[in-house]
């Protein structure tokens, strides 16, 4: 993906194309791109058969809820860590704020979480590096999964959670957001669309609730 190919939300309520506003790269895989709701490249959305709505993205709802903010949307979907690694320059080019999210696909492929931890640390150092303030998002709960995969899940996240203190960015609490309390390790119901991915109104208290800026 070019950034050419990527989409910068704007007209999603308030001035988001505002010169002033604060530019957020979201870089992941599915979960930041939209799936199976929407998809910022419109070639996958052909090759995938997915959608083109913009709600199906937490990206659009923090944006709704804070208008001085603009996302850029480099979600990949079924892209591992190490591949989500390899784009992130590119994605991060003139943001102020990235946000780091990735790792159920390794677990679906059967690599080391060890592996992605170490990924993801990396993309944080990097983001670092290029003066951006970082943030990094737990794996959701993955019906589909359940419960074999989650076991690997809370591994992952764990890891996640120590490498944030270490390098000192905070996590956004995907996982914790969208746990179904009466089922635990899964999304509830409504939140999910497939088992797999959030459902509109689970993006949505994706954007709302477990979004914050650093």
């Known amino acids: 993906m070019t950034l050419g190919a990527v989409l910068l939300l704007a007209g999603c309520g308030g001035s988001s194309t505002a010169p002033r506003a604060t530019l957020v790269a979201t870089l992941g895989d599915s979960i930041t791109a939209g799936s199976p709701g929407y998809d910022p490249d419109p070639r996958m959305r052909e090759t995938l058969g997915f959608g083109a709505n913009q709600k199906s993205q937490w990206q659009y709802w923090a944006q709704k809820a ?92 764990g890891l996640i959670g120590e490498l944030a203190r270490a390098e000192r960015v905070p996590v956004l609490p995907f996982y914790s957001t969208l746990e179904d309390p009466a089922r635990p390790g899964r999304m509830r119901e409504e939140w999910t669309s497939d088992g797999d991915h959030p459902s509109v109104e689970g993006y949505r208290l994706l954007g709302e609730r477990a979004f914050r800026l650093p």
């Open 66 to 157: 804070q208008p001085d903010l603009r996302f850029r949307n480099c979600g990949v979907y079924g892209q591992r860590t190490d591949q989500i690694a390899r784009r992130l320059d590119e994605c991060a080019n003139g943001a102020r704020v990235l946000v780091v999210q990735g790792g159920i696909n390794d677990i679906a492929q059967g690599r080391p979480v060890e592996t992605a931890a170490a990924n993801l640390r990396r993309m944080v150092r990097r983001g670092k590096e290029l003066g951006l303030e970082v943030e990094v998002a737990t794996l959701l709960p993955w019906n589909n999964g359940y419960p074999e995969a989650d076991p690997k899940i809370r591994r992952l996240n």
